[in-house]
């Protein structure tokens, strides 16, 4: 579960490391976020000479959180920390390459085939 004023993990090759939600996206009532869904962050902490700088913002989709995930089959998810991926404005990724667990809820929902380079959760 994301809110406002959570900070996340980048997990792709922009360059992006560290980026703070501050927007929810879905709705003027919508506060909370959860694993598959966009927000628009500030971005935090970067890697030298890339495309993103810090203070910019930015919209991600959310892979993973902290908060445990009941699936339908009765397994619970939960990730060490909360992980996102930079997207444009329609939402079709900047990066080509995650480094890290996607979840298939991520996949399922977004049917995109970045998702699909790291099938191990």
């Not at 699936?71 to 079709?92: C, H, P, Q, W, Y």
Request: with cysteine.
């Amino acid at each position: 579960m994301i809110s406002a004023s959570t900070l996340l993990s980048v997990v792709d090759n922009t360059g992006v490391l560290l980026a703070r939600c501050f927007k929810v996206l879905g709705g003027h009532k919508k506060q909370i976020a959860n694993s598959g869904e966009p927000v628009i962050v500030a971005i935090k902490k970067t890697r030298p000479r890339r495309r993103f700088k810090k203070g910019e913002v930015a919209k991600v989709i959310i892979l993973s959180t902290k908060v445990a995930l009941r699936r339908k089959s009765g397994f619970i998810v939960k990730s060490n920390k909360n992980t996102a991926i930079m997207v444009n404005d329609n939402l079709s990724p900047i990066a080509n390459r995650v480094s890290g667990a996607v979840p298939h809820e991520v996949r399922r929902e977004h049917n995109r085939g970045f998702l699909l380079v790291k099938r191990n959760y």
